[in-house]
């Protein structure tokens, strides 16, 4: 029986995919402005990653169809390297992602399609980049009332229904 426990936990811990450490990979599919799917390079299931450091619109958000799509137009089917930093609540690896020598969170928010993700008094990672992108006006502060931060908007709402 104890022998059974640990080959099953051995099995679970060894197929979960929660490594961290860096790995090379495709993206197979893009839920959201801030989550993707990586297919590893080496083998294995996909890997459902949150873009660490970055908030973008949620899917039924105003703008969350459009940072979706921005973030296909940058990232899907195309390579990828992966370094997952820590794990969230749903089980998503946060991850820096880099594609083609850039950071994957940088370009969303350069783009104006996702927010440095900020907590408490820290302006967040990619401060410097919205800054960038409201003066610009590009993307979600193409308006003078871009729309409210995620954060906000999930606790006014609720989440949106799980694309997958």
């Known amino acids: ?83 997952v930093r820590r794990y969230d609540s749903y089980g998503r690896g946060l991850a820096r992602i880099q594609l083609e020598d850039d950071d994957l969170g940088a370009r969303m928010v350069r783009a104006g399609q996702a927010w440095s993700y900020r907590w408490r008094r820290n302006p967040g990672p990619y401060a410097a980049e919205e800054a960038v992108a409201r003066q610009s006006r590009r993307g979600l502060f193409a308006t003078n009332d871009p729309p409210e931060l995620p954060r906000s908007f999930r606790q006014r709402h609720g989440p949106c229904h799980a694309v997958r």
Not at 39 to 50: D, I, N, S, V, W
């Open 1 to 83: 029986m104890i022998l059974r426990f640990f080959l099953l936990a051995g099995f679970l811990v060894a197929g979960n995919g929660h490594a961290k450490g860096p790995f090379a990979g495709e993206v197979s599919f893009v839920s959201d402005g801030d989550t993707l799917w990586v297919q590893p390079e080496a083998g294995g299931p996909p890997r459902k990653l949150r873009i660490d450091g970055i908030d973008a619109p949620e899917i039924c958000q105003t703008g969350g169809v459009a940072s979706r799509e921005v973030l296909a137009q940058h990232a899907l089917h195309k390579r990828v390297s992966v370094s």
